[in-house]
Every structure is written in C-alpha cells, then in structure tokens.
C-alpha cells in the first residue's frame, strides 16, 4: 500500500514515529511524507523553520515549496508536487488539516487531473459547530462531496462532520501516538529529590502550556481547598509542580501567594521532550483541568474544548493515574481508565485529588487499565494499525 501524507506536524522527526511503525506492519508499505518547505509555527515572531529532506527507504519526507507559510488552512504548495505525485502513484492521499483546508482541495483537483484514483483522506481535530462564508464555504463542500474517508482526533469531530452533510466513512483516532520506547514506567527518585520534594509527599502535576484554558487558575483554588482538606485527621503533604511557559504565569504564583501555598508549588521551564517522560514519572498523578470556551459561532471565533490531551496518554503509558475534567474529549481520552472531575468545579478537583492520594490500591487499578488502554488504542503502533485497517476498508 502506497500512502501520500501531507502535514506540517511532520517537520518534526518525533512526529513520524507512526509512519515508521506503519511501513514495518507489511513489506509493501511505503509513506511519502510532504511537507511545507518554508514553515513559521508560532508565526513570523518566532521565525521560520526550514524543512530538510530525509529519505529512510520505504518512508520519505519531501519538502514542496509552499504558499502561506503559517495558517493551516491557506497552505498550499508549489513546483514540484504535481511531479511527486505522478511519480509515487499513491493508493491514497491524507491530508492533515482540515475539510476546508486549500491543500486539500489542491490534491484532490490533482488526484483527478492526474488520473490517480487514489482515496482522498482528511484529519482534523475541529470539534466545535460552525458556519463557513463564501468562497470558504465552496471550498468545503467541494472537499467533502470528493472525501472517501476522514479521520477525525475525537468523537466530537464525528458529530461535526455529520453535521456539515458528510456521510461517509469515519475513523475516530488521534494524529499522534505516544512512543512506548520513551514513554514507559520508571520511577524518578533522583529529579524528584533534586526538585526538593520529599519522599513522602504527594505530587500532583501538569505540564503543558500556561494558558487560562487548560484550567490551570482552577487547579490552583483546588490545591489552596486540599490544603485545608489535608489538614484534616488523615491529612497528606503534597506537592504540585506546573511544567511549561505560557502568559498564565504571573497570575498562578499570585493565586498560589494569596492562597497560602507558594511553598508547596514548583514551577519548572519547558523541557526538552526527551525529557518529559522522566518529569512524568516523578509525579503521583497527572492533572488535566481543562475549560472550555462558551462562546463560538464561526471557525474564526475563540470558542475552545478540549480536542484530546496528549499529555495523558504519555502519563498513561507510564503508569502515571490521570485526572482531567470533563472537558471535550477528555472523558472519552480517559475511558474507565482515571479520574474525571466536573470542569472549572475547584472542590470537585480538590476532592478528586484527596482521593486519589488517599487510596493506593485505586491509583494502582487505574495505572494498570490506563497502561493497557494506551497500549490498545494510543501508541504509534496501535495508531498505525488502526490507519493500515481504514485504508483497507476504503480500498476495498
């Protein structure tokens, strides 16, 4: 089987594990990887990043040069991709942003002029309703009325897509699979101790961006709630440790000040991401408190829920038991397999985390449905298969 996969997530090495794990599930495999020659992913301030051939035999990645360097929705690309499609003849094209995305109209319309008869495929993430305006709109159904298949990261997308008229095949699965080579149960004593953290507290952590949607002003009225509720007759000592950067910051050490717990917070810098597997087993439970948005009408509004939550499948694969509120895709992320708290619900989370501190032989049970959930559904090579599967049923 021939795939030709575009996304800009692949400018990336880390992201390609799944195509790796893919083009070892059977000999005939092979994965043409495009992607934006010329990328800027944070936007012109954070500079652009200059995309590198890379050719591993049966997995290639092809840098095309390419209009619109950092909205996912305008990128197109330029010379070259007409040529590499005629070449490679691929059974079937995947493209990684959205329905309404210009590249995939773009190869979709080559797909055809070509005379390919190859399946076009599209991801998105996108779970919240919309309305689209002409000519965006034109653009969304004619993408929609040509797709063979789609792959959406959440139940939610499903919804979506039903929604906007499409009806055919839908496969529900996430874009990125966590690597069990990194990812996996170690105990991190040494870092733990080197963050000052004693052997008997409790440490409840989050690592991601420090932004007002991911909850994070929420968790820290939760930890201010645990102090009082660890003061209690079976009280606990517990530390919290909040790993990222963001424009949140500021306003978490003043809420962690004014609630009397700065001693108990340890902010830590971004880290490598070789490196977040270890910060992940330093922890006693992993925190998700997500909220979503409540205002959304157009693509174009800031509404907002929760699309997935990587960060939990990576604890996951670690034994590590997780905690996310309900928002989005969360509880379905999580299965039976964590905790799962009402968003934005400050004395539910601070009673979910007494909990899980509390009792060794629950953490213990979710740890071990959680590692066996992940590795069903959510490693780079269940993701693999699970793609390998739906290309079947569609070429069938």
Not at 25 to 46: A, F, H, I, Y
Not at 219 to 229: F, I, K, N, P, S
Not at 290 to 311: D, I
Request: net charge neutral; with cysteine; aromatic share 10%.
């Amino acid at each position: 089987m021939k795939v030709l996969v575009v996304g800009h997530a692949y400018i990336v090495d880390l992201n390609r594990g799944k195509w790796r794990e893919f083009v070892a599930l059977d000999k005939g495999n092979q994965v043409t990887v495009v992607v934006p020659q010329r990328w800027e992913p944070g936007g012109v301030q954070s500079g652009v990043v200059v995309s590198e051939p890379v050719d591993e035999g049966a997995l290639r990645v092809v840098p095309i040069p390419n209009f619109h360097r950092s909205n996912q929705s305008l990128l197109c690309f330029g010379k070259g991709i007409g040529e590499l499609l005629r070449q490679f003849r691929p059974d079937v094209i995947q493209v990684e942003q959205t329905a309404k995305a210009l590249a995939y109209a773009q190869m979709i319309w080559l797909n055809r002029h070509l005379g390919l008869k190859a399946k076009n495929v599209f991801f998105t993430w996108w779970n919240l309703s919309y309305d689209l305006y002409f000519p965006v709109s034109e653009i969304e159904r004619y993408n929609l009325k040509r797709t063979d298949g789609a792959i959406c990261g959440n139940q939610a997308g499903e919804e979506i897509l039903r929604e906007r008229g499409y009806g055919g095949p839908i496969k529900v699965m996430p874009q990125l699979g966590v690597d069990e080579r990194i990812f996996f149960p170690q105990r991190s004593l040494d870092l733990r101790a080197s963050l000052g953290i004693a052997g008997n507290e409790f440490v409840i952590g989050f690592i991601g961006r420090l932004v007002e949607e991911k909850g994070l002003l929420t968790l820290v009225r939760a930890l201010v709630e645990l102090r009082h509720l660890a003061a209690q007759a079976d009280g606990f000592n517990w530390r919290c440790l909040f790993i990222g950067q963001g424009p949140l910051k500021k306003d978490l050490l003043a809420a962690a000040h004014a609630g009397g717990i700065a001693e108990q917070v340890i902010f830590v810098d971004p880290v490598p991401h070789s490196e977040v597997a270890g910060y992940i087993n330093a922890l006693d439970a992993m925190v998700l408190p997500s909220e979503s948005s409540t205002s959304f009408k157009t693509m174009t509004s800031r509404g907002w829920k929760e699309q997935f939550g990587h960060v939990l499948i990576e604890a996951m694969a670690c034994k590590v038991p997780v905690i996310g509120s309900d928002s989005g895709a969360i509880p379905e992320v999580v299965g039976q397999s964590g905790f799962v708290f009402p968003e934005k619900d400050h004395l539910a989370l601070a009673r979910t985390i007494r909990q899980a501190a509390l009792s060794d032989d629950l953490r213990k049970s979710l740890s071990a449905r959680g590692y066996e959930r992940v590795h069903s559904l959510y490693t780079n090579k269940a993701i693999a298969r699970q793609s390998w599967e739906f290309y079947q049923q569609l070429l069938s």
